[in-house]
């Protein structure tokens, strides 16, 4: 035992003559220096790779991103009625038209803003909601104007209006100067268009008597254009301007002009193919003339038909037909309580009515895209 005690001792003692010098007074100031000026080029590092979300987004456009704006406004394209919303926030139909999120909301979801953006006309915004953004966006508009009148939809020029009076509601509760900042920084988003070919342009006789299809594209592509610039001019900066689906294969349009097999219709998908590639052309065309601005094409159209020619490849059953009643025609105020969902697993859908993808659909579209268009949303 003594020996065990004296062995302890002994590494005890020669453990202390191993003690390392103490810090002189100099010699730490120099140490603190140094590590003080390798912590602030780290943070500084971190920050500058770290792009802030923008306080809001804002949307224009029609169905796809319209959270319920019909709602408030006299018009055939309503969707604030069960089957609609089954699968949202407590089974509500709030004017979606899906079966839950739409594509604003899971944009803002992902860039960090909110989880909804809600619509500006028929709801109570809060503060809160008016700083982060709203959608002036109506089902059944188009940048024609004929296509909004057709079913009474907000035009897009009427879009701008209530644009106008969203900018003086902020300024009210934040101030010229800060209201300016959230215009200026925030992210704008664009969809629409599809309406003009489906609904205006191949559905009815109007715009038929007037334009062949190539003068009819470059006058809905004139008509975007002057829409995007004056968006410009109110004070957007980052605009998302979203292309067309195919909508050659979109249900209703395989019903209408599809045949008997009510197959994808190659000319409606081919007026996509152009307008889009025009479209892109004319955005790039803006960039380059108006100073400051950062908008980007998002082409809508490759993802969504790569996931109805590759349905499997996305664990998707079903293409051809929607999700409520028998998916070959319902729509809407057609899509209702008493035909309902048809399909026992609406995750194995594309679509959820005849014009519109399921959430499902929709996450895995806007997934995809956020990837492809990284650099531009960070």
Same mark, same amino acid.
């Given at each position: 035992m003594h020996q065990v005690h004296r062995s302890i001792r002994g590494r005890g003692r020669? $453990?202390?003559?191993?003690?390392?010098? %103490?810090?002189?007074?100099?010699?730490?100031?120099l140490i603190l220096l140094v590590l003080g000026i390798i912590f602030q080029a780290q943070?500084?590092?971190? !920050?500058?790779?770290?792009?802030?979300?923008?306080?809001?987004?804002i949307v224009f456009?029609?169905?796809v991103v319209d959270p319920g704006n019909n709602n408030a406004i006299v018009t055939m394209a309503k969707c604030n009625h069960p089957p609609y919303g089954k699968d949202f926030v407590g089974h509500q139909a709030t004017g979606r038209?899906?079966?839950?999120?739409?594509?604003?909301?899971? *944009?803002?979801?992902?860039? /960090?803003?909110? %989880?909804?953006?809600?619509?500006?006309? #028929?709801?109570?915004?809060?503060?809160?909601?008016?700083?982060? +953004?709203?959608?002036?966006?109506?089902?059944? =508009?188009?940048?024609d104007p004929l296509t909004s009148e057709l079913v009474q939809a907000i035009s897009m020029s009427d879009q701008l209006k209530l644009f106008k009076e969203y900018k003086n509601k902020l300024k009210e509760i934040a101030g010229e100067t800060k209201t300016n900042s959230i215009i200026s920084r925030s992210m704008y988003m664009v969809i629409t268009g599809t309406d003009d070919l489906a609904n205006t342009y191949f559905t009815t006789p109007f715009r038929r008597a007037e334009y062949d299809l190539p003068s009819y594209i470059k006058f809905v592509v004139e008509s975007a254009s002057s829409f995007l610039q004056e968006?410009?001019?109110?004070?957007?900066?980052?605009?998302?301007?979203? #292309? *067309? $689906?195919?909508?050659?294969?979109?249900?209703? %349009?395989?019903?209408?002009?599809? /045949?008997?097999?009510?197959? =994808?219709?190659?000319?409606y998908n081919q007026a996509a193919v152009v307008y889009n590639s025009e479209l892109s052309k004319e955005v790039q065309r803006l960039n380059d003339t108006l100073a400051g601005s950062r @908008?980007?094409?998002?082409?809508?159209?490759?993802?969504?038909?790569?996931?109805? %020619? !590759?349905? !499997? !490849?996305?664990?998707?059953?079903? *293409?051809?037909? +929607?999700?409520? /009643? @028998?998916? *070959?025609?319902?729509? @809407?105020?057609? =899509?209702?309580? &008493?035909?309902?969902?048809? =399909?026992?697993?609406?995750?194995?859908?594309? &679509?959820?009515?005849?014009?519109?993808?399921?959430?499902?659909?929709?996450?895995?579209l806007i997934r995809k895209l956020m990837k492809q268009y990284k650099s531009f949303l960070n």
């Open positions: 020669a $453990s202390m003559s191993r003690r390392p010098p %103490q810090c002189t007074s100099e010699l730490c100031v943070a500084k590092s971190s !920050n500058r790779s770290r792009t802030p979300a923008p306080p809001a987004l456009g029609d169905s038209f899906s079966n839950g999120k739409i594509p604003s909301d899971m *944009i803002a979801s992902k860039l /960090g803003i909110k %989880q909804y953006v809600p619509a500006y006309l #028929g709801t109570k915004l809060s503060t809160e909601d008016l700083l982060t +953004g709203v959608s002036f966006a109506s089902g059944g =508009c188009g940048y968006l410009y001019h109110l004070g957007a900066r980052k605009i998302i301007v979203a #292309g *067309i $689906s195919p909508i050659g294969c979109l249900p209703s %349009q395989r019903t209408l002009a599809g /045949g008997i097999e009510r197959e =994808c219709v190659t000319l @908008t980007v094409f998002v082409d809508m159209y490759t993802s969504l038909l790569d996931m109805i %020619q !590759n349905p !499997n !490849n996305y664990g998707f059953t079903e *293409i051809a037909r +929607g999700c409520c /009643g @028998t998916g *070959i025609f319902e729509v @809407t105020l057609t =899509c209702n309580r &008493f035909t309902a969902p048809a =399909c026992e697993d609406v995750s194995k859908h594309i &679509f959820w009515d005849t014009y519109h993808p399921t959430e499902r659909a929709y996450e895995i």
